[in-house]
C-alpha cells in the first residue's frame, strides 16, 4: 500500500496541568505508532481564543501532529480515543498532498 501523509490538529484544554498534558500527548502518540503510524513530528502550536465557546472554555492549546501511513487503522483509532477523551475539546484529521 502507498504511504500517504496526514496532519492531526486537536485542542487541549486549558487548564490541564503540564505533566498530565506531556502524558496525553504521549498517549495519542502511542496510540498512533502502535497503530502502524510514523509519527514525524509532534509539536504544541499555540495557545488561542476561540470564536465561540466550547464546553465551558474560551480557549485552548492547539497541537499539531503529522504522521505517515499505509492504513487508516492508526487514524481511525485515533479518532475513536479522541472523541471519548475530556482532555481533547476538538480534533481535526486532515490528508496532505
Known amino acids: 500500500m502507498e504511504t ?3 496532519e492531526i490538529t486537536y485542542i487541549i ?3 490541564i496541568e503540564e ?6 500527548v504521549a498517549r495519542f502518540d502511542k496510540i498512533l505508532a ?4 510514523t509519527v514525524v513530528d509532534s509539536a504544541d502550536w499555540d495557545t488561542r ?12 492549546t492547539y497541537h499539531i501532529v503529522n504522521v505517515t ?6 487514524l481511525n483509532e485515533f479518532d475513536r ?3 471519548f477523551s475530556d482532555d481533547i475539546l476538538r480534533h481535526m484529521i486532515v490528508k496532505r498532498g
Not at 505533566?19 to 496525553?24: G, Q, R
Not at 501511513?69 to 492508526?74: G, L
Open 4 to 6: 500517504r501523509k496526514y
Open 13 to 15: 484544554r486549558p487548564d
Open 19 to 24: 505533566s498530565a498534558k506531556s502524558e496525553l
Open 34 to 37: 502502535d497503530n502502524g503510524a
Open 49 to 60: 481564543r476561540f470564536a465561540y465557546q466550547i464546553g465551558k472554555y474560551t480557549e485552548g
Open 69 to 74: 501511513a499505509d492504513s487508516d487503522a492508526s
Open 81 to 83: 480515543l479522541a472523541k
